[in-house]
């Protein structure tokens, strides 16, 4: 069975933080790439962080350094933390996986959410 759980989702002042988290199972968890994606209100689902098992991590521009992504092993789970949040971070976020690309993130693949193997339901952020 191949999950992604999201969780740690809820409402903040701007300026205030939010640490997202996505327990996997073990499959998805040896995928080679594993991200975060958004979906705001009246957009397309878009790519926030992405880890690759490689080692190397990438960011969308508008994270501005504002948001850190993580693998915690021993927990089997991503993070995203994200500190000063604006209203314009409000949206669903997404944790999202795939084991074909052979360790990395390709960016082609980044800006489509839907080439992602695995999925999981989201968790929803307001920020006000």
């Known amino acids: 069975d191949v999950q992604l759980v999201e969780s740690g989702g809820g409402s903040v002042q701007a300026g205030g933080s939010l640490r997202l988290s996505c327990a996997a199972t073990p499959v998805a968890f040896k995928s080679g ?19 690759a098992s490689e080692g190397n991590t990438n960011y969308a521009d508008f994270v501005g350094g504002r948001s850190t992504i993580a693998k915690d092993n021993a927990n ?22 795939d084991p074909t690309w052979g360790g990395r993130c390709p ?5 489509v ?8 339901q989201g968790t929803q952020v307001t920020v006000s």
């Open 107 to 111: 960016s082609q693949y980044l800006r």
């Open 33 to 51: 790439c594993m991200a975060w994606f958004r979906q705001t209100p009246g957009q397309e689902r878009e790519w926030v962080a992405a880890l």
């Open 76 to 97: 089997r789970s991503l993070s995203l933390q994200m500190n000063s949040l604006k209203p314009e971070d409000t949206g669903m976020y997404y944790c999202q996986a």
């Open 113 to 120: 959410w839907a080439a992602f193997a695995y999925r999981g």
